[in-house]
């Protein structure tokens, strides 16, 4: 087990990429907090299945945008597993509209669940990382925010703005036992993904060397293998697991 005494907390882990991280962070030794909003079942779920692994499991209620919300679910999860070593920012929304047609109410949803929801999240736990000099966060960003999509401007804003928050971050807690590492998916095989018309995934699929979607399980291997000893030397990265959608 790569992570055998670990502890993590995965945000929106109740289901898609962060259930598949949670579940694959638990298989290879970590105790794990389960974030989620209002999927109080989905949560529950995957922190039996935790438990089944031999594992601590909690589920962890938050709003990620709100910041005092954040900061009351950082200290359940402290007085639960008494530190916390790896942070998974994964939270996230869409809600996609033209520019022309976007408000500001969509605007400014987007950007605080899948930007403030990182900074609120990483601020609440930073100073215990570094305090016992030991820290791994991932933030889940997107190709996305690489290389914009029709629609998509707040989302495109949220993921690239995530994308340099990582590097900075990096760049400031290098040498203090704390890396921050960002992984860009590209279309995963997820609920949004099966809510999108067939029409309109041949099209993405024509997009894609591979000719396939990824999977949830393929981002977690990629958490694993930040979150390990394996990937003690990366700082600032962000990993592109996209199908060669994006070179």
Known sequence: MKLKGRTALVTGGSRGIGRA????LAEEGADVAVNYVSSEGAAKEVAEQIRKLG???MQAQADVA????TFRMAQE???????LDILVNNAGISSDKTFVKMDHASWRKVLAINLDGVFNCTKVF??????????????????IGQIGNFGQANYAASKAGVAAFTKSLAKELAGKGVTVNAIAPG????????GIPDKVKER????????????PQEVARAVIYICS???DYITGAELSLNGGLLM
Do not use: W
């Not at 991280?21 to 694959?24: D, E, T």
């Open 204 to 215: 993405l699929l024509g997009q894609i060397p591979l000719k396939r979607f990824g999977t």
């Open 21 to 24: 991280v949670a579940l694959a």
């Open 187 to 194: 279309f995963i095989e997820t609920e949004m993904i099966q």
């Open 55 to 57: 594992r601590r499991a």
């Open 126 to 143: 930073i100073d215990q990382m570094l305090k016992q000099n030991y820290g791994r966060v991932v933030n889940i960003t997107s190709v």
């Open 229 to 231: 000893s394996d990937g």
């Open 66 to 69: 709100d910041y005092p919300d």
């Open 77 to 83: 999860v402290l007085k639960e597993f008494g530190h």
